[in-house]
């Protein structure tokens, strides 16, 4: 499986989106997941605030490893906002029961409020 790093505008990303009833276009850094040149699953994230990323989508089009992909995407998605310097990424979910929680609750985001879950990145400083 290869990523791909791209923006809102990639044509995938957009029928992606497309298919799970969503369109985004706020400016988004998007990562888009490849398996043998079909796109299996995607994930994006536009700036919250000075210090947060805010992960504004996640979506897969596989049953198979959704855990495994979903944790691929996340983390690669962390790396890319430490890289342009967040401290912090948010994530909020539409009500408790969303099947995602429980992935972000394993890479260590922690509820902020009713519906906003939040990690902070640790620094060395």
């Given at each position: 499986?290869?990523?791909?790093?791209?923006d809102?505008?990639?044509?995938?990303?957009?029928e992606?989106?497309?298919?799970?009833?969503?369109?985004?276009?706020?400016p988004?850094?998007?990562?888009?997941?490849?398996?043998?040149?079909?796109?299996?699953?995607?994930?994006?994230?536009?700036?919250?605030?000075?210090?947060s990323?805010?992960?504004?989508?996640?979506?897969?089009?596989?049953?198979?490893?959704?855990?495994?992909?979903?944790?691929?995407?996340?983390?690669?998605l962390?790396k890319?906002?430490?890289d342009y310097?967040f401290?912090?990424?948010?994530v909020?979910?539409?009500?408790?029961?969303d099947?995602?929680?429980?992935?972000?609750k394993?890479l260590?985001?922690?509820?902020?409020?009713?519906?906003?879950?939040k990690?902070e990145?640790?620094?060395?400083?």
């Amino acid at each position: 499986m290869e990523i791909i790093v791209t923006d809102e505008r990639d044509e995938r990303f957009v029928e992606m989106c497309s298919s799970f009833g969503c369109k985004v276009d706020d400016p988004q850094v998007v990562l888009l997941l490849n398996n043998f040149g079909k796109i299996v699953g995607c994930a994006s994230f536009k700036v919250y605030d000075a210090d947060s990323a805010e992960i504004t989508t996640l979506f897969l089009n596989s049953y198979d490893n959704r855990e495994k992909i979903s944790y691929k995407l996340i983390r690669q998605l962390e790396k890319i906002a430490i890289d342009y310097e967040f401290k912090s990424v948010v994530v909020s979910f539409d009500s408790k029961e969303d099947i995602l929680i429980d992935v972000f609750k394993k890479l260590d985001y922690q509820f902020v409020d009713e519906l906003l879950m939040k990690k902070e990145f640790k620094t060395l400083i």
